[in-house]
Every structure is written in C-alpha cells, then in structure tokens.
C-alpha cells in the first residue's frame, strides 16, 4: 500500500511555484494544480480522522475566470477547515519530493497526535512513520479499546469543464488512505458546507442545543425540543438542503413551526396549534404579503447556481410555494448543464457549449463584477424593468448583491445592453451590497428578538459583553463596509464590531455574539446563532404555547416562531447566495417592503477602490482590522494628512461627511489594496488618486 502511495507522490509533483492556502483555500491556473488536489485528498483524510467526523472538498474557483480552479477544506460544523491547519495544507501541497512529503505527513501526525484508524487488523502507517507510530501506541492518552473511524470526506464540484478531472484527483488521494468518498457531484460551494454539516449533526457529532436536560425540565419543552431535533436531522443530503430551504421559507412567511415529521405530536393545548403545522400553506399570507412583488431576477453568471436554482424552483412547486409566491428568473445561465448530463462526466457536455460556458463564466455579470464595477450586469434589455428585484450570484454561488433600476434603464448604442457610468453614476441604477444586505437582515433580526422579549431596544443591553443569562447581538463588518452603513447601525442602538477583511476572520469575530450577522461588502455573509439563543427561543416558544394569555402574546409567539426560522433558512455554515436570497425575499414579503423601500434604509458614501503593484507587499503592516497602517508609519501619517484636508473642508461647511482612505497588502500578489470614501464620487476619486501617488511613494512601484 505505502510503496503506492510512494508512486503516488512521485506521479503528482508540485509545480515550480508556491502555492499559498488563503481564504478561498488554493487557487491558480487549473493545469497548475494535479498534484495539490490529489494531495489534500489525503489531508482531508487526515483531519477527519484527527477530528473524528466528517469533512469536505469543494473544488471551486468562485469568480475567478474559467482558466482558474481551487480546492477548499470543509471542517465538521461545515465551516472553514481550522486555520491551525491551513500551514501543513501548504507545506503538503509544495512539498517537492517524496521523501519531502513523507515528512510533512509525519510532522502532522505528529503534532496532532493522530491516531491509526480502524480500517482493518492490516492497516498502519507508512513504513517511512513507523517510530511516529510508536511513539502514538505509547501516548498516555490513548487507551486500547478506543475505536478510531476511518475517514468520511465529502467531495463536491462547480461546472468548470477541468472540475471533473481535479475531483477525481482529490478522490484518489482520500482513498491513499482507505477513506469514505462521497462524491456529491456538481452543486454550489454553500451546498457542499451544509452536506458536511448536517452529515455531522445526523451522526451527534454536533449538538444544536449543548444538551437539552440542564435547561428546561418541563415535559412539553422536552417535547418541542424532540420535535425540532428530529426535524434538523432529517436536512441530510442534498435534498435535504432544498427541503430545509423551503420549510424554512414558509415558516418565516407564516409565523408558524413545521412539526411535520413528529411522531407523536408535542402534547400542547389545541389552542397551541395553529402555531404549530404538520403541513404549511401560504394560502393564509395576510394582502400586504400578497402584494410584494413575487418576482426575482436572478443572474446566474453562467455558474452552477443557475443548475442548482432550477432544482430549488421543483422542490419549491412540489411543496407548495407556486410562481404565485416565489417567481425565479434566471439569466445568463451556462448551456448544456442538465444535472444528469454533468454528474456522469463532462464528456456528455456539448463542445459548443462548453466552449460557451468557458468563455462566460463571471465575464461582465455576477455579484463580483456588479459589485467592485458598480454596474449592472449584461443581459437581455428586455428584462431589465424599473422596480424589479435583481440579484447576481458568483461563480459557485457564495456571494449575492441585489439591484435595481429605478426608472428605465440607460442602454448601449445599439440598445441592447444596460449601462451604468461608474464614475458620475445613473440615477436609475441602484446597488444593495452585502452591507445593505446585512442592515436589512439585522434590523429584521433586532426587531424580532426585541417583540420575542429576549433582548431589551436599549443599546447597552445588546452589547458583546453580557451576563450570562442574556444574549448578545452584533454586526461585524470590514474596513471596506461603507461609512455609511456603520453609522445608521450605531445611531440605531446595534453594535458594530471589525474584524481584518476575509471570510474566516469575520466569521470568528461573529461567533463571539449569540447573534452574529456578518457581511462582506462583497455580498458573501450570513447569521450565526449560537445554542444558547436556540435553547431560549424553543423555552420561550414552549411556555407560551401552554399559556392562557395565548392570544395576547400572538406577536411574542410569531417573532420566536420566525426567529426559528431564520435559524433554519440561514445558511450557518457560510455565505450562501441561495439561502441570502430567500431570507431576503422572505423579510422583503413579512415587512411589506419593496425593494425601493428597503434601499432607502441609507444613501452611500461614494468611494472608489484600487490596487497598486509594489516591490514588496510585506513592507505594509497594518493593525488589526486592517484600518491604520503601522509600517512604514509615514505613509499612514500622509494618509491621515489627506483626510484631515477634506474633513476639514467638509467640517467648515457643517457637513458631517467623514472622508477616509485606507491601504492593505494583498493576500495572493504583489500589490497595495486602496480603499477611499468620500462625500462626492468626485472628491473620492481625487482621494484615491492621491492615495496612489503616497503608495508609489513610500514603497515604490
């Protein structure tokens, strides 16, 4: 076996260049990655069963261009996989020789103490690690008659025509070590998080409400919790990602609970029922629901959310949300990709259309370019109404930003194609970002713990830093949220914390609130709640249920019920446009808003973003949210002079815009990111260009 596996390092050489392990995991030039994917095969393996549950592997490049491909780990909550873990991910994958291999496998099973799986009675470790086995049979925590699982890694792929080829490599390198692969096929990133997730969450490998029995001891508690927990674990699988999706949707529109695979019911009261369904319908949604507008305009940006939606749009019809309710419209979707076609093997995809495909993949659409453009998407003219719902995914549908048009779209010359001039912008086109995206959802969320009694409206009792029986709320955002969308959060009593720009470190700092909502600018967040908020919102649910004052507590009891389902139609794994979208559409319909209404919420601050090619990116530290430059400390001193200035001007006509600039290293390649904010597009756009010649200065170009 081993003597393969040493064939096997010696078949899939590293190229001749580093390959870094960042946010998005690995990423580059699809025919400069053979021998990583096969290689974090074999890592998944070892994380699985250092951690003793299941894991993943997306392979995805998101909005890359089509030539690009990645491959991302997925740890057990279908989160990212541990930071702690993602140094071995690089040194596995540069490891240029066998014997270099062989050691890096040995310093993390080292390390982190893994111990041989039960396979069978033959199976061991490497002949090249058999003193490192010693040394783990000899470990004082380890006990004889513990049972250690062999490995379960889930693997899943977007529609990029190289995709097939890379997972089939990542499968070889997780059965190197006897693993479980459970090749998912193609579906989007967040999809593949929620596989892993509930995966773990059927087997007890996480628990949604750290124990039942320390909280409550009363029976219909008991009861309800049972109920609810039968109902999680049954979102297993990818079928179980759209039932989930639609139960959720239905529970928030209605203000009622889905018991529908209970058996028996919780014992309650008959006047507890109606808040209580085996089956919704939303036949009984008040007129002011019924008169949002059902549509959405969903670009797809020739990605494999535009495969998946169409498998959302049957399970939704099966399960009683009609286009009366909910009415997709997907544009630029790939050719050829019928699921059944591309989960046998990309040879069954017409070479005309994927030649088209490759050619369209994230060009001029998706949430990527509407979003750092600030432009619409192309598409055909005559759907691009005035008042319509628009949304754009990326890629692998992890990101979504909405827009619409306010009155009739602008068009190219020829008519065909909307425009938007990005610098003096068009009044008819409006962008809402992930920091609208995030306003929207946490002022619903504020307003339904408050009606729900579990926090008070008062700032001072939301804050981070709360007893032990109270629960904490927050937004998090980056140094790229606009201004403007962080002061309204703080002018109406919702705290805001930073955390340094990347998924994995806004998702960390989130996870510190009970309830912690977080976006990207870039459209890609969501909600975390923590089993703690769990368990008070289903205490809360019980006790009234059983209450005489029922009918008094009715908007108590539906904000609880809708907080649940929030829990449900929220993707906590990860960002997840599909999931975004719906809770949008669902909060949009329950608060009787358009998407007008909503985008009046505030008015951005222009700004204007570029990056600058440097020497040397490391000569830039910054502080921890990535707002002040610490080294070189003259540049951040120039930086504050060039405020200063427009602050000042602004301050002399009593306007209480505040102008800011900040730079950042990149993560992947040699340039300084300039992010600048200002009153005008004007004055933004001066700031940025000034911001440049300060970057070039002090670190050369």
């Known amino acids: 076996m081993w003597s393969s596996l040493n064939s096997f390092f010696s078949k899939y050489c590293p190229p001749d260049k580093y390959l870094k392990y960042g946010t998005a995991g690995f990423r580059d030039k699809a025919y400069l990655l053979d021998s990583t994917f096969a290689r974090m095969g074999i890592l998944a393996s070892l994380r699985s069963i250092k951690i003793q549950a299941s894991v993943g592997l997306m392979v995805t490049a998101s909005h890359n261009s089509h030539e690009d491909n990645g491959i991302k780990l997925m740890d057990a909550d279908g989160g990212m996989m541990d930071i702690s873990w993602e140094q071995y991910a690089m040194d596995f994958a540069n490891a240029s020789t066998p014997e270099k291999s062989f050691e890096v496998l040995q310093r993390i099973i080292n390390l982190e103490n893994i111990p041989k799986p039960d396979i069978d009675k033959n199976f061991s470790w490497p002949p090249q690690l058999e003193e490192n086995d010693k040394n783990l049979n000899s470990n004082e925590t380890s006990t004889s008659d513990e049972v250690v699982t062999p490995p379960v890694v889930f693997i899943g792929r977007d529609t990029r025509s190289h995709s097939y080829h890379l997972s089939q490599l990542a499968i070889e390198g997780v059965l190197q070590l006897k693993g479980e692969v459970l090749d998912m096929g193609v579906m989007t990133t967040p999809q593949l998080h929620h596989i892993v997730r509930y995966d773990n969450i059927a087997k007890g490998n996480i628990d949604l409400l750290a124990t039942k029995e320390n909280f409550n001891s009363n029976q219909n508690y008991t009861e309800l919790v049972d109920a609810y927990l039968h109902k999680e674990k049954s979102y297993i699988g990818e079928s179980g990602y759209y039932q989930m999706l639609v139960d959720g949707y239905k529970s928030l529109l209605t203000g009622t609970m889905d018991l529908s695979l209970s058996s028996p019911l919780p014992s309650f009261p008959d006047s507890g029922y109606p808040y209580l369904k085996t089956d919704i319908t939303l036949e009984s949604l008040d007129s002011s629901t019924a008169k949002i507008d059902n549509q959405i305009y969903v670009d797809c940006a020739y990605g494999v959310g535009a495969v998946q939606l169409q498998e959302l749009k049957k399970v939704f019809l099966e399960k009683g949300v009609s286009e009366k309710y909910l009415d997709l419209k997907l544009f630029n979707e790939p050719k050829g990709l019928e699921k059944k076609k591309i989960n046998e093997q990309d040879k069954s995809i017409d070479e005309n259309d994927e030649a088209f495909n490759a050619a369209h993949l994230n060009v001029e659409c998706g949430a990527e370019y509407v979003q750092k453009q600030q432009l619409p998407p192309s598409g055909e003219i005559s759907i691009f109404r005035p008042q319509k719902k628009f949304c754009s995914f990326d890629g692998d549908a992890d990101r979504i930003v909405f827009h619409y048009f306010e009155g009739s779209p602008m068009t190219d010359v020829d008519g065909k194609l909307p425009v938007a001039d990005p610098l003096m912008g068009n009044a008819n086109w409006h962008l809402l970002d992930g920091d609208k995206e995030a306003i929207l959802i946490a002022f619903f969320l504020h307003k339904l713990m408050i009606q729900s009694e579990i926090i008070q409206p008062s700032a001072s009792d939301v804050d981070i830093n709360v007893q032990e029986d109270e629960i904490s709320f927050g937004v998090v955002q980056t140094a790229y949220a606009n201004g403007a969308s962080t002061l309204f959060l703080e002018n109406h009593g919702i705290p805001v914390s930073f955390a340094k720009t990347g998924v994995k470190y806004v998702h960390h700092e989130a996870i510190k609130y009970d309830v912690g909502v977080y976006f990207e600018a870039n459209g890609h967040g969501t909600v975390i709640f923590s089993t703690k908020v769990r368990r008070v919102v289903l205490d809360k649910i019980s006790k009234l249920l059983l209450s005489e004052k029922q009918n008094e507590k009715h908007l108590q009891l539906t904000s609880l019920i809708r907080l649940l ?121 001066v700031l940025c260009e000034k911001g440049i010649e300060l970057v070039k200065k002090h670190l050369g170009s």
């Open 565 to 685: 389902a929030c829990m449900k139609l929220i993707n906590q794994a990860v960002g997840d446009a599909i999931s975004d979208m719906l809770v949008v559409d669902a909060i949009l319909k329950v608060e009787a808003y358009d998407i007008g209404k909503w985008d009046s919420y505030y008015k951005d601050l222009p700004s204007k973003q570029a990056k600058v090619p440097v020497q040397d990116r490391n000569l830039v530290k910054c502080n921890e949210d990535e707002k002040t430059v610490k080294q070189p400390a003259i540049l951040q001193e120039d930086l504050n002079g060039l405020m200063n200035e427009l602050n000042s001007a602004y301050s002399s006509s009593h306007d209480p815009t505040i102008a800011r600039i900040f730079v950042r290293p990149s993560g992947t390649e040699d340039v300084v990111r300039l992010y600048a904010e200002a009153k005008t597009k004007e004055d933004a756009s």
